[in-house]
């Protein structure tokens, strides 16, 4: 199965970016070793919602709110019941799965803009709760001390976990991308009429795209608590979620691995600049509005059903 | 095979079909035909579930399927293809008709196998047969105009259809290309038993191939009958009088 | 958790002002947002971002000019065209090449901008909040069958009228009014008719943003003016503006009217959830009608 997709020259490259990650936290210091690991979970979910954004074409203007609710799930799991770590770590990107599906199945019968503004207000919703049920979810303060797990709980071991958690669901991700799911769902990016013409149930496939890219943005969600040891609204918040679709902007977002790229580019650029400049957001505000304002026609564009050889020929297939 | 009765759809006051009827046996080759703007795309769109009409019935195989989803009439055994190009821009040939097959196995939830392992042979199969095998890794948008139509006809074969809806097949394409297509659908017909109506503007192409044809003027229907009655029929000739080449 | 505990006619009733009252700053933006959304097709999320700067600018000016009514109506009357001037810059400068652009590239623009603009005001002014006090003749409160009722905000509730009436003389009797609704929903039938599009676009985003810019500045003496008040703002005007109908003026007053109100009715019904009620309600309009509930221009 992974030989199929996968040449030997690739499978080499892999291991050696791998390797050089595993090595990373001998050689650097601890606040690297933390930042990275912020890159890697930051990377998880912008790929988690390029899967659904990217290739499934569909305006998924809040996928932030998975992202919390997962490290919430986890939160709450971990601090008020007596739940095995173990389990709480697979249940909590579970839970986020099912509030892809149930937001999905209110907002999936829309189209386009209006599918984005309708998750953006349930998302909303969702944020508004969690902002001020303070018994439960610590308000706005959020909830911090969060008992990890002692195997866990090192900065360096909170690393290699987010590592091997990371990797393993990049390789899902990309199988899934490039399994018959996952050239239905692009064919229902392209156009969906014509899937249905050929048979495809275009709303379950959706549905399914929204409980994925759910389940994954949960697990970065869970993996955000391991390395921090808190939880707050802010994850759930719109501006995050337009950030992310700017990493996958930034990166690509018919390239697999373009979200990757665009959430290190970005967390990078606000870590190294914050420390010359408290006004680092001016600085990648600028930079954003360059990039956007001097970026051809189209090239990166959300060309729903044009002809592009190009682009085509990018689609993250290998 | 097909009986259409009755049908009507409106749209915001204009009436695009008007009390259509048809009928369509197994193994026949049936054409609509009508000027421009006489409702054939959109009585194919009521057909295949595109669109749901406002009265009348669409019976296939005695199953009535008015007003019913598309993908659903498309499991029954319906496939259609599009008069303008309506295919997966961003795949390659041969993606494009394995979406299509892929469906109709019902693999489209397969999480985990690589995609390009599955049902190769029968999409390249159907390639063959319709003459695209030697395009297949091409990307679509590089094909010529003629070629993408074809490749509109593998797609709808890709889901092993009964009856084949083809809506202008031949809009656009050169002569030897019509001639092409012809002897394509003759061959569908003939070795796969496929049943097919279609629309089209050629009249030579419609004459050569169909065993009954439909006319169809303002939404209605004007006339049903073998080629002969049809070309004979005074209504249809008043209704082709002054009628500019078709385009 | 006080549920409900608080109803009586006479509260109700004082809720509902209050509600009135903060719909009357919530149609000022909103209606802004919707302008531009409806006739430039620019998904704003920079509007906020204005809004905030009306709001600073407002306490600086009203400090500047001596505390006071004549101060506080200086500032009223100056914050608002600052930031005009400041949007005019930025269409001319900015929007004005990329019109043709697609919508989500806009709002990825404009949510660019906003980064630059929380921080510019943080360079002018701190990152500490700030407080005006309003004009003295409108302070304090009165009382309502025994429960107090800011005078600001019936002074609030006078304004919001007057500024819907002039948006509605605005768009619906005078010529560049027309235009602009003309090229709302066909602008190149505009253009080809002799029309400078061109300027028509840059009038009415001056406008809407004129709009945000005096919604900061009316409630700069209601609330403290903080870093955080475009996030706040933004998402509310935007979920007012999906529900109303995306470019409809009267749908944003509509939707301003179901959150300003949902909002303060959610105070007496359950005070710790009372933002939540606003949320819901838009949930439950878009479940029923997804493009909105007026017509929009899109």
């Not at chain 1, 809040?62 to 019941?81: D, P, S």
């Not at chain 1, 990016?189 to 379950?204: L, T």
Request: glycine residues 10%; neutral net charge; contains cysteine.
């Amino acid at each position: 199965m992974i030989r199929a997709l996968f040449s030997g020259k690739l499978l080499l490259v892999a291991a050696v970016v791998l390797a050089v990650l595993a090595a990373a936290p001998l050689m650097l210091s601890r606040f690297y070793v933390y930042l990275m690991a912020l890159i890697l979970v930051t990377g998880l979910l912008a790929t988690s919602l390029n899967l659904v954004l990217g290739f499934g074409g569909m305006y998924q203007f809040h996928h932030a709110v998975f992202y919390g609710f997962g490290a919430y799930a986890l939160t709450l799991m971990l601090t008020k019941t007596g739940m095995p770590a173990a389990a709480a770590y697979l249940l909590a990107p579970c839970c986020s799965a099912v509030l892809g599906l149930v937001i999905g199945l209110i907002t999936v019968r829309l189209t386009k803009l209006y599918f984005g503004m309708l998750q953006i207000s349930l998302g909303s919703l969702v944020w508004a709760l969690a902002y001020r049920w303070y018994s439960f979810t610590g308000g706005d303060d959020g909830i911090h001390g969060i008992p990890i797990p002692d195997l866990l709980y090192a900065s360096t071991s909170a690393y290699y976990f987010s590592l091997i958690v990371v990797a393993a669901s990049l390789l899902l991700m990309y199988l899934i991308v490039n399994s018959p799911f996952g050239r239905i769902f692009q064919g229902i990016r392209d156009n969906p009429e014509r899937c249905r013409a050929v048979g495809v149930d275009v709303v379950r496939h959706q549905l399914a795209g929204q409980a994925i890219a759910g389940f994954f943005a949960g697990v970065a969600g869970t993996l955000f608590v391991t390395v921090e040891g808190s939880v707050f609204p802010e994850l759930m918040f719109w501006t995050l979620s337009l950030e992310l679709i700017i990493m996958c902007l930034l990166g690509g977002w018919f390239v697999f691995l373009g979200p990757m790229l665009g959430a290190a580019i970005i967390v990078t650029l606000r870590t190294f600049v914050g420390i010359y400049t408290e006004y680092w957001t001016l600085v990648l505000g600028v930079v954003l509005m360059l990039l956007i304002f001097f970026l051809p026609e189209g090239v990166l564009g959300f060309a729903l059903g044009k002809a592009r050889p190009a682009a085509a020929e990018a689609v993250g297939e290998k | 095979m097909l009986r259409v009765e009755a049908l009507r759809k409106s749209f915001e006051g204009f009436v695009a079909v008007n009390g259509a009827r048809l009928a369509v046996d197994e193994g026949e080759v049936v054409a609509v035909i009508g000027p421009n703007g006489a409702g054939k795309t959109t009585l194919f769109h009521l057909i295949t579930g595109q669109l749901p009409p406002d009265s009348g019935s669409i019976r296939f195989r005695e199953t009535e399927i008015a007003g019913v989803a598309p993908h659903k009439i498309c499991r029954m055994g319906v496939a259609r293809s599009y008069q303008v190009v309506n295919i997966f821009s961003r795949l390659s040939v041969f993606d494009n008709v394995q979406v299509a097959v892929l469906a109709r196995r019902g693999k489209t939830f397969n999480l985990l196998r690589p995609a390009r392992t599955m049902a190769v042979s029968e999409t390249r199969q159907i390639l063959k047969s319709v003459g695209l095998g030697d395009k297949a890794d091409r990307v679509c948008g590089l094909l010529s105009h003629g070629d993408q139509k074809v490749l509109e006809i593998a797609i709808a074969l890709g889901s092993r259809p009964e009856l084949l809806i083809l809506d202008e097949p031949t809009a656009g394409m050169s002569p030897e290309e019509t001639a092409q297509t012809l002897r394509l659908m003759k061959r569908l017909v003939a070795e796969f038993g496929l049943t097919i109506l279609f629309c089209e503007h050629d009249m030579g192409m419609v004459f050569s191939i169909a065993n009954r044809i439909m006319v169809m003027q303002q939404g209605q229907t004007i006339a049903e009958d073998a080629p002969e009655a049809v070309r004979s029929n005074p209504r249809v000739q008043e209704a082709y009088l002054g009628e500019t080449a078709p385009c | 958790m006080e549920f409900a505990s608080n109803i009586t006619a006479a509260a109700l009733f004082q809720q509902v002002l209050v509600g009135l009252s903060r719909t009357t700053i919530l149609f000022i933006v909103s209606s802004g947002l919707s302008l531009v959304l409806g006739v430039l097709r620019i998904p704003n999320v920079a509007h906020g971002s204005l809004y905030m700067i009306g709001a600073f600018l407002t306490y600086s000016i009203a400090t500047a000019a001596g505390s006071g009514a004549f101060g506080f109506a200086v500032a009223l009357l100056l914050a608002p065209l600052g930031v005009a001037l400041l949007s005019f810059a930025a269409e001319r400068g900015l929007f004005c090449h990329l019109y043709e652009r697609e919508h989500l590239m806009l709002l990825l623009f404009t949510f660019s901008m906003t980064l630059v603009f929380n921080d510019l005001v943080k360079l002018v002014w701190g990152s500490d909040y700030r407080s005006l006090t309003a004009p003295g003749f409108l302070q304090g409160s009165f009382s309502i069958s025994g429960l107090p009722f800011p005078r600001y905000n019936l002074f609030l509730l006078v304004v919001g009228p007057l500024v819907a009436f002039g948006l509605w003389y605005l768009t619906n009797r005078t010529k560049i009014g027309k235009i602009a609704r003309a090229a709302a929903v066909d602008r190149e039938m505009v253009g080809a008719v002799g029309i400078n599009v061109s300027w028509v676009f840059a009038a009415t985003f001056v406008i809407g943003c004129y709009l945000a810019g005096l919604g900061g500045a009316l409630v700069a003496p209601t609330q403290n003016i903080t870093q955080g008040m475009d996030h706040t703002i933004i998402i509310e005007a935007f979920l007012i503006v999906i529900i109303g109908g995306l470019g409809n003026i009267w749908g944003a007053l509509l939707g301003a009217l179901i959150f300003g109100l949902t909002d303060s009715l959610g105070i007496l019904i359950w005070p710790q959830f009372a933002i939540v009620f606003p949320y819901v309600a838009v949930v439950i309009v878009l479940l029923f009608r997804p493009k909105g509930l007026l017509k929009s221009t899109w």
